[in-house]
C-alpha cells in the first residue's frame, strides 16, 4: 500500500502498529533502567527524550501509508532525542522510517533521500571535526552514517528488487497474454481455413445434387428423371469421398490406428478434370464450359511454377466459380481462363450468364465469395467479383490476381 492512497492514511498497517508498539515499549524499559547514550546538552531535561520516543512511535505508524509525513516527524524527533540524552530506541525506529521512506515514498523522494543522507554525514563529519578535536569524531561520523546512510541505501536496494520482481511479474503477464492471443487467433485462423476447405470440397457436389433433385422433382420425363438420379449418385459419392479425404486431413493416424496418407493438395493440372465433372452437371442447365489456358508448359511462361499455396488458391477459385455458374448462372458459356500477366501475377479469370435463369437453382448463403476474398488475401493478391457488361451482355465476372513464385517468397 502506497502514500497515494488517501483511505490507508487514517488506518496503519498491522506490521506497522507492532513496530510502533515495541519501539515505545523498548525506549520505556530503557528509560526507566536509565540507560540512556550520552548526557543531556544544551541544558534540556532528560524528560524530553520520552516526547521524541513518542513522536518517533507516531512516525513508525505512517511509515507505510504516508512515509514522508513519517520522515518529516522522525527528523526533528531525533533531533530532540540527541539534544535531550538518546535513547537508542529512538534511534533505531528513526533507521526503519528512512528505510520505508526510501521503499515506500514515492520515486523522485527514493532518488533524493539516499544523497541527501550522504551529503548530511558529510557535513555533519566537517562540522564535528572543525568544533570537536577528538578521536570520537571518528565513532560519531560512523554512528551517523549507520543511521542516516545504511538504511537509506538498504531501502534503495531493496526498492529496486522490488520493482525488478513487479516487472519481471507484469512481463510474464503480458507473455502469458500475448501467447493466449497467438492461440486464440491460431485457433479462429485453423477453424477459417477448415470452413474454406469444407466449403470448397463439397459445395459444388452438393449444388449439383440439390439442382438435379429439384429437376427430378419438377420434370415428368423418366429419362431426364433416370439423368438427374445419375448425377445425385456421382455426385454423392465424390462428395463422400471428399469428405473421407478432410476428415483423414484432421484426424492423426497413430492415434486412430489408421494408414492412410492425407489426400494430396489439388493443382492447376486437374482444371481439366474438374471442368469435366462441371460439363456433366451443367449438361441439363444449358451450360457451356470452355477452359482458356494461357500458361506455357512449365506452368507460367518465361518463370518458375507458381507455389503450392498459389496454385491451391487458384483451384479453389475455379471451383468456387463453377459452383456458383452452376446455382446461378443463366444459359450460356462459362468462360475460365488462367494467364500469367506482365506484372508476374498468376490471374484467375471466370465468366458466366447474368441473367435470370429458368428451372430449377440452388439457393447461396454468400459464405463461397467470403471464402475466396480470405484466400487472395491471405496471399497478399487482389479479387474483385460483381456483374459487368460486354459485347456478349451481361456476365458475371471472377478476377483474382495472385502474386508470382518471387514475391511470396520474399513474404
Not at 15 to 24: E, P, Q, R
Not at 173 to 178: F, N, R, T
Request: hydrophobic content about 50%.
Amino acid at each position: 500500500m502506497t502514500a497515494s492512497s488517501p483511505a490507508a492514511v487514517g488506518r496503519p498497517h498491522r506490521l506497522d502498529v507492532l513496530i510502533a508498539g515495541g519501539g515505545l515499549l523498548g525506549g520505556l524499559l530503557l528509560w526507566a533502567m536509565d540507560l540512556h547514550g550520552g548526557p543531556p546538552r544544551l541544558g534540556l531535561p532528560p524528560a524530553l527524550t520520552l516526547v521524541a520516543l513518542t513522536a518517533m512511535s507516531a512516525a513508525e505508524l505512517m511509515r507505510r501509508t504516508a512515509p514522508m509525513t513519517a520522515l518529516a516527524v522522525a527528523v526533528p524527533a531525533l533531533a530532540l532525542d540527541i539534544c535531550a540524552g538518546t535513547l537508542v530506541a529512538t534511534v533505531l525506529m528513526f533507521t526503519d522510517v528512512v528505510y520505508a521512506a526510501v521503499l515506500y515514498g514515492p520515486p523522485a523522494a527514493a532518488r533524493r533521500i539516499p544523497l541527501h543522507s550522504v551529503l548530511v554525514t558529510v557535513l555533519a563529519a566537517i562540522a564535528l571535526t572543525a568544533l570537536w578535536h577528538s578521536p570520537q569524531v571518528v565513532m560519531a561520523v560512523i554512528a551517523a552514517a549507520l543511521i542516516t546512510i545504511a538504511p537509506a541505501w538498504t531501502g534503495v536496494i531493496t526498492r529496486d528488487h522490488r520493482d525488478a520482481a513487479q516487472s519481471a511479474r507484469l512481463r510474464a503477464e503480458q507473455m502469458a497474454l500475448l501467447a493466449e492471443m497467438d492461440r486464440t487467433q491460431a485457433v479462429a485462423g485453423e477453424r477459417a481455413k477448415m470452413a474454406r476447405e469444407l466449403h470448397d470440397m463439397v459445395a459444388n457436389h452438393l449444388s449439383a445434387i440439390a439442382i438435379h433433385a429439384t429437376a427430378a422433382q419438377s420434370i415428368d420425363d423418366p429419362s431426364s428423371t433416370r439423368e438427374a438420379l445419375g448425377v445425385i449418385r456421382e455426385n454423392s459419392v465424390q462428395g463422400l469421398a471428399e469428405m473421407r479425404r478432410l476428415i483423414g486431413l484432421l484426424r492423426d493416424p497413430e492415434a486412430t490406428g489408421q494408414a492412410e496418407e492425407p489426400a494430396a493438395t489439388p493443382t492447376l493440372d486437374g482444371l481439366d478434370a474438374l471442368l469435366a465433372q462441371a460439363r456433366a452437371n451443367g449438361a441439363s442447365s444449358g451450360l457451356t464450359f470452355v477452359l482458356d489456358d494461357a500458361r506455357g508448359p512449365d506452368g507460367l511462361p518465361g518463370g518458375p511454377r507458381p507455389t503450392a499455396p498459389a496454385e491451391l488458391a487458384a483451384y479453389r477459385i475455379v471451383q468456387e466459380s463453377l459452383t456458383n455458374a452452376l446455382k446461378h448462372a443463366a444459359p450460356g458459356e462459362v468462360r475460365v481462363r488462367i494467364a500469367h500477366e506482365r506484372g508476374g501475377a498468376l490471374t484467375v479469370t471466370v465468366r458466366s450468364p447474368f441473367a435470370d435463369r429458368p428451372g430449377p437453382r440452388a439457393p447461396g448463403s454468400g459464405t463461397g465469395l467470403v471464402g475466396m476474398r480470405e484466400r487472395i488475401a491471405l496471399l497478399g493478391g487482389a479479387f474483385e467479383a460483381g456483374p459487368e457488361s460486354g459485347p456478349a451482355g451481361r456476365v458475371w465476372l471472377v478476377r483474382a490476381a495472385l502474386p508470382a513464385a518471387e514475391e511470396e517468397e520474399q513474404r
